[in-house]
């Protein structure tokens, strides 16, 4: 099973049929197809449903960690916070998941999940009533996905563009619910330029529903400061939407009754219809609506209950009409996670209960219109925020993409000789870092990848080495390339004998790589402990000398060196000349 370099295409998703067929048969591809299904009907189903799905995808994700690809732990991981945060008593549950995907696709350079763990971070925060931080949270997203993005060519193509557009979308999501309607909307025009390229019908109908839901949003504040007009073009253009999702809706990965239309299972798309043209044709759809088990999240039973009173009204059941509204504000009273439709709730229901004096009403009308008047101001001031914030969030990734420059080697991705001299500098002053081991990695065989086969496929094997030893070895650990075929590892806190069996791990790990990626390719490791008052070049030249101790011993071998001088190196003639410490040269 490929680990290093084949692209990770979409294969089929259509489960096993061998009923004992187990998830490490299945390919990687399925793992994700699978959990991105899951996470289209557990988002629509009831409790018991939900949670039946995050189960399951949490068993996904165990076995996709057990594989160790980064991309598709990394996914893995997004669908099951994901899920989560739209199941009601599972929010705090996601939080370590959360930071679980931040640190792992920072660590693996995976920038568009980031950049969507930064999204789901953000919802995150307004489920926890945190608006300030949703804004910093989606500033950090959006900069990372303002950049010119290289698609990710193990994944493919098609695969990434869907990643980013879903990325674009979770960002587009969190300024909706902020009422940055057109930042979200700019997000969301770009998400549909992916979709139209890479997505499949799932995607398409996702992105609609979406961009509907958005714009009834906006509608709604519209409305609130008197800007009818551009409120009724924007609930005509849901409505349009609304009928152009029947099809794609047919054939994405929602549960559906197939002989229904989606307006009649999805409470944003029956809203759409009845805010374009409220009537009393509309009601009997929209109670319908408002106790399906799918109608859970707050921002639909805010717009579906706001759509059915204007229909009860415009049918002069009037008592009805308030009795839903009413009922709706008594069932999201704790909720914080959409500030702005709350306030068009409860302007709705004002609004149907004013006092039958004409000056009263009057006043009134004036007092909510000074009212609404301010907290656009306000909402102007959150987007000038934002936009502060997405600037210097711009500037500090900027920066630290040079900075990482500086510091990466440009071929495996790892920390550069300059990252390492600063790195051992620093843990050689850490008191934490005691007991410090130090390896160094050289590849056996690796001259003759490049004399059979080609300078091409030496690079192939250098960046599989490269993953496989960062995948191996723990988080805190350090993995620079040292030069050419070398690598060297710093271990932190780690015993000689903890850090020697660390490293016999990654030894077989790449001893286990496909003939076919890696040619033959395995490592001889020498480790030793750093000793008291001992340079950076003197511990290196001691794990030079234990490494071509593995070397004479056959290689594909880990050798510990423990005190003593450094023995002669007596250097296989293979491909190595005689090592040089850097101080030396």
């Known amino acids: 099973m490929n680990r290093g370099c084949a692209p990770l295409r979409d294969d089929t998703t259509t489960v096993p049929k061998d009923p004992v067929t187990t998830l490490s048969e299945v390919s990687d591809a399925w793992l994700v197809g699978r959990a991105r299904e899951l996470n289209a009907v557990g988002q629509h189903s009831d409790p018991a449903g939900q949670r039946s799905t995050i189960r399951e995808?949490?068993?996904?994700?165990?076995?996709?960690?057990?594989?160790?690809?980064?991309?598709?732990?990394?996914?893995?991981?997004?669908?099951?916070?994901?899920?989560?945060?739209?199941?009601?008593?599972?929010?705090?549950?996601?939080?370590?998941?959360?930071?679980?995907?931040?640190?792992?696709?920072?660590?693996?350079g995976l920038?568009?999940?980031?950049?969507?763990?930064?999204?789901?971070?953000?919802?995150?925060?307004?489920?926890?009533?945190?608006?300030?931080?949703?804004?910093?949270?989606?500033?950090?997203?959006?900069?990372?996905?303002?950049?010119?993005l290289v698609p990710d060519?193990?994944?493919?193509?098609?695969?990434?563009?869907?990643?980013?557009?879903?990325?674009?979308?979770?960002?587009?999501?969190?300024?909706?619910?902020?009422?940055?309607?057109?930042?979200?909307?700019?997000?969301?025009?770009?998400?549909?330029?992916?979709?139209?390229?890479?997505?499949?019908?799932?995607?398409?109908?996702?992105?609609?529903?979406?961009?509907?839901?958005?714009?009834?949003?906006?509608?709604?504040?519209?409305?609130?400061?008197?800007?009818?007009?551009?409120?009724?073009?924007?609930?005509?253009?849901?409505?349009?939407?609304?009928v152009a999702v029947e099809g794609p809706w047919r054939e994405s990965l929602f549960p559906r009754v197939s002989d229904r239309p989606a307006a009649e299972q999805m409470p944003v798309l029956g809203a759409a219809h009845a805010l374009a043209?409220?009537?009393?044709?509309?009601?009997?759809?929209?109670?319908?609506?408002?106790?399906?088990?799918?109608?859970?999240?707050?921002?639909?039973?805010?717009?579906?209950?706001?759509?059915?009173?204007?229909?009860?009204t415009r049918a002069n059941r009037g008592d009805r009409a308030v009795q839903v509204l009413s009922e709706t504000r008594a069932e999201l009273d704790s909720d914080t996670s959409e500030p702005t439709l709350r306030i068009s709730l409860a302007r709705e229901y004002a609004h149907l209960t004013e006092l039958d004096s004409a000056d009263v009403h009057e006043a009134l009308r004036e007092y909510a219109l000074e009212l609404e008047t301010e907290l656009w101001t306000m909402r102007q001031a959150r987007l000038s925020t934002l936009v502060t914030r997405l600037e210097h969030s711009r500037l500090s990734h900027k920066h630290d993409a040079i900075t990482r420059?500086?510091?990466?080697?440009?071929?495996?991705?790892?920390?550069?000789?300059?990252?390492?001299?600063?790195?051992?500098?620093?843990?050689?002053?850490?008191?934490?870092?005691?007991?410090?081991?130090?390896?160094?990695?050289?590849?056996?065989?690796?001259?003759?990848?490049?004399?059979?086969?080609?300078?091409?496929?030496g690079d192939d094997v250098l960046r599989i080495v490269a993953l496989t030893l960062r995948d191996t070895l723990r988080t805190d650990d350090f993995v620079a390339r040292y030069?050419?075929?070398?690598?060297?590892?710093?271990?932190?806190?780690?015993?000689?004998?903890?850090?020697?069996?660390?490293?016999?791990?990654?030894?077989?790990?790449?001893?286990?790589?496909?003939?076919?990626?890696?040619?033959?390719v395995t490592l001889s490791?020498?480790?030793?402990?750093?000793?008291?008052?001992?340079?950076?070049?003197?511990?290196?030249?001691?794990?030079d000398a234990a490494m071509y101790q593995a070397k004479r011993g056959g290689g594909n071998r880990v050798a510990a060196l423990a005190g003593g001088a450094i023995p002669p190196p007596n250097h296989p003639s293979e491909d190595h000349s005689v090592w040089i410490p850097p101080d030396a040269l």
């Open 483 to 520: 030069g050419g075929d070398e690598f060297v590892v710093l271990l932190p806190g780690a015993t000689l004998g903890a850090a020697e069996a660390a490293l016999q791990r990654a030894v077989e790990a790449v001893d286990r790589l496909p003939a076919e990626h890696i040619h033959g």
């Open 57 to 108: 995808a949490d068993n996904l994700l165990a076995e996709a960690q057990r594989r160790g690809e980064p991309r598709i732990v990394a996914q893995l991981l997004r669908h099951c916070a994901s899920m989560r945060l739209a199941t009601p008593g599972l929010v705090d549950s996601a939080d370590p998941l959360l930071d679980e995907l931040l640190l792992h696709s920072r660590r693996h």
């Open 405 to 457: 420059q500086a510091l990466q080697d440009p071929l495996t991705g790892l920390s550069n000789r300059r990252a390492l001299d600063d790195r051992l500098e620093a843990l050689l002053n850490e008191p934490d870092a005691d007991p410090l081991t130090v390896a160094l990695v050289d590849l056996d065989g690796f001259k003759g990848v490049n004399d059979r086969c080609s300078h091409a496929e």
């Open 277 to 312: 043209q409220p009537h009393a044709e509309h009601i009997e759809r929209l109670e319908i609506l408002r106790d399906l088990d799918r109608a859970i999240h707050p921002r639909e039973k805010i717009i579906v209950a706001i759509a059915l009173s204007r229909c009860l």
């Open 525 to 543: 490791i020498g480790v030793v402990a750093m000793r008291p008052q001992e340079s950076a070049a003197q511990v290196l030249a001691r794990a």
């Open 111 to 148: 920038d568009v999940l980031q950049a969507d763990a930064r999204a789901l971070r953000g919802r995150r925060a307004l489920l926890g009533g945190s608006e300030d931080t949703a804004l910093t949270e989606i500033a950090y997203g959006l900069a990372m996905l303002d950049e010119e």
């Open 153 to 242: 060519r193990t994944l493919g193509r098609r695969s990434w563009e869907r990643l980013l557009a879903t990325a674009l979308i979770d960002i587009g999501l969190v300024l909706t619910q902020l009422g940055v309607y057109e930042m979200a909307d700019e997000v969301m025009a770009r998400a549909h330029q992916r979709i139209r390229e890479s997505g499949g019908p799932h995607e398409i109908a996702v992105h609609m529903i979406n961009r509907c839901r958005m714009l009834l949003g906006w509608g709604l504040r519209l409305e609130r400061i008197g800007q009818d007009e551009e409120a009724a073009a924007r609930f005509a253009t849901a409505s349009a939407i609304a």
